[in-house]
């Protein structure tokens, strides 16, 4: 059933109107059918209770092949739970491969605190004559990141 967008309502200190209680349905309703579903299916099933968290990081330009970018979640995720993350990177500049691989604090998956991304140069060094300067990341980037959890 579609239904029309979301409106506020305002109760009255009196009884409530036929009007207001089919908008506080249609909002039920609306909620119900804009609420994003999720599963976890990973060492705990579940499908409600579930967060999802998104963010960008900046990292800057580094004379290696790699840089470690590190993520807090600030307490948005549960003690125990290991989210699911999936990142990429944006260079700052065309033409640039990065490849992002995920660890933990100290660790080797993500947590509820948070996560490593190491984001590494995919360029060919052969492509520049042998100068290996052409396989640093040179220039800084974009993390882009989402990660699920409860």
Known sequence: MAVSQFQPVTIPSGPASKEILRTMVNNDQWLF???PRLKYAGEVQKSDGLRIAAGRAIYPAATAD???VPV???GFFSVG???VITATSQP???GYRR???VRGHGTASPDNRGFIAHVTSQEDP???GGDASYT???NGGVLHWIAVGW
Do not use: A, K, M, Y
Request: with cysteine; aromatic share 12%; proline share 4%.
């Open 33 to 35: 059918e804009n609420t």
């Open 136 to 138: 640093w990341i040179n």
């Open 66 to 68: 790699r840089i470690d």
């Open 81 to 83: 739970c290991l989210p």
């Open 99 to 101: 490849l992002v691989t």
């Open 126 to 128: 052969n492509q520049s």
């Open 72 to 74: 807090f979640f600030g």
């Open 92 to 94: 700052l500049l065309l």
